[in-house]
T-cell receptor, first 114, second 116 residues
Framework: AQSVTQLGSHVSVSEGALVLLRCNYSSSVPPYLFWYVQYPNQGLQLLLKYTTGATLVKGINGFEAEFKKSETSFHLTKPSAHMSDAAEYFCAVTLTSGTYKYIFGTGTRLKVLA | DTGVSQDPRHKITKRGQNVTFRCDPISEHNRLYWYRQTLGQGPEFLTYFQNEAQLEKSRLLSDRFSAERPKGSFSTLEIQRTEQGDSAMYLC??????????????FGPGTRLTVL
């Protein structure tokens, strides 16, 4: 069975500091991985995804993530945090056949301090 | 592209009442998903439609829950005899099917249900 673990339900960083949100997955087959962001009272918005190919994936708003098979990780980073990055972030893995439903982590709420 | 829409955005009901939510996916998307998100948790899969066919239901979906997608366009999720434990955000997502798992899902804003 596939699963996702997000370490740290709350992360605080100063404006301009590095953002690092952790995601580890468990999958018996090569996974497809996604990061979504959820702003208050809004739906989930895709930040980036890994399917095949390059393991360093660039997304919107300056975010990127690196797929590391040996570490079963897909951590999300951004070099310099902005106040507008404050939101909840979800890592998800999808089945590679059938319904392609998502298995989500429990989320990390990012707070950006002025 | 108007995105995925959900109606209502908020619903407050009393325990034991029935409620129905609607989801309008992006028009060319034939895959439709329902998820439930409770406080402090990530969204959990409830059910999936390919066009009008409901192809998978989670064990989370008790017999009080029913979902339909009658013409392969909009979908409804009905909860009968609501319980306080049904209080959650109900999310709908859609996706095209032409590239399988390469396609991301597009999420609506959700319907927040509060059962008193």
């Amino acid at each position: 069975a596939q699963s996702v673990t997000q370490l740290g339900s709350h992360v605080s960083v100063s404006e301009g500091a590095l953002v690092l949100l952790r995601c580890n997955y468990s999958s018996s087959v090569p996974p497809y991985l996604f990061w979504y962001v959820q702003y208050p009272n809004q739906g989930l918005q895709l930040l980036l995804k890994y399917t095949t190919g390059a393991t360093l994936v660039k997304g919107i708003n300056g975010f990127e993530a690196e797929f590391k098979k040996s570490e079963t990780s897909f951590h999300l980073t951004k070099p310099s945090a902005h106040m507008s990055d404050a939101a909840e972030y979800f890592c998800a893995v999808t089945l590679t056949s059938g319904t392609y439903k998502y298995i989500f982590g429990t989320g990390t709420r990012l707070k950006v301090l002025a | 592209d108007t995105g995925v829409s959900q109606d209502p955005r908020h619903k407050i009901t009393k325990r034991g009442q029935n409620v129905t939510f609607r989801c309008d996916p992006i028009s060319e998307h034939n895959r439709l998903y329902w998820y439930r998100q409770t406080l402090g948790q990530g969204p959990e899969f409830l059910t999936y439609f390919q066009n009008e066919a409901q192809l998978e239901k989670s064990r989370l979906l008790s017999d009080r829950f029913s979902a339909e997608r009658p013409k392969g366009s909009f979908s409804t999720l009905e909860i009968q005899r609501t319980e306080q434990g049904d209080s959650a955000m109900y999310l709908c997502a859609s996706s095209p099917s032409d590239r399988g798992p390469y396609n991301e899902q597009f999420f609506g804003p959700g319907t927040r249900l509060t059962v008193l």
